[in-house]
């Protein structure tokens, strides 16, 4: 960008405020000068421009929020998930270990191991269908 030489008379203290301004920013007064005057004349919108920008801007703070909001749901629904598998693989081994001690609860108590054995695998072959995708859809329209 081409620079023009403009004089340009000021009052003291707005001397003083420019000389401060330049000295703080490490700059020089004419730097400082066009600093200033750039953000005093193309920083303020003129009403047109403000209506032009209100949606744009609506619309681009919306899609920071709803950005914002799926990244946090996205790792809300994963730790939540994690938690689920959890209690489904907790729940799973309790079961195993009530299986098995059921059938050791039969044997001792009937006295034979290929009748508890029987009965076992019956329970293993009932439950097994709830927990396959088909079981867990009838499960759950049955529910509503």
């Known amino acids: 960008m081409a620079k023009v030489r ?4 000021i009052d003291t203290e707005t001397n003083a405020a420019l000389r401060d ?9 004419g730097e400082a000068n066009n600093q200033l005057l750039r953000r005093a004349l193309f920083g303020g919108l003129d009403e047109g421009m403000e ?22 749901m996205s790792r809300l629904l994963g730790a939540q ?12 081994r309790d079961a195993y270990v009530a299986r098995k ?22 329970a293993l072959l009932a439950s097994r269908r709830r927990y396959t995708r088909e079981g867990l859809r009838e499960a759950a329209s049955e529910e509503r």
Request: proline content about 1%.
């Open 6 to 9: 403009t004089t340009v008379y």
């Open 21 to 29: 301004y330049a000295r703080r920013h490490r700059i020089s007064i």
């Open 51 to 72: 209506a032009m920008l209100v949606p744009e801007i609506r619309k681009a703070v919306g899609e920071a929020a709803r950005r914002e909001i799926q990244e946090n």
């Open 81 to 92: 998930t994690n938690r689920l598998f959890g209690v489904l693989v907790t729940c799973g």
């Open 101 to 122: 001690l059921a059938k050791d609860v039969l044997d001792d108590s009937t006295g034979s191991a290929q009748w508890a054995n029987d009965r076992e695998q019956d």
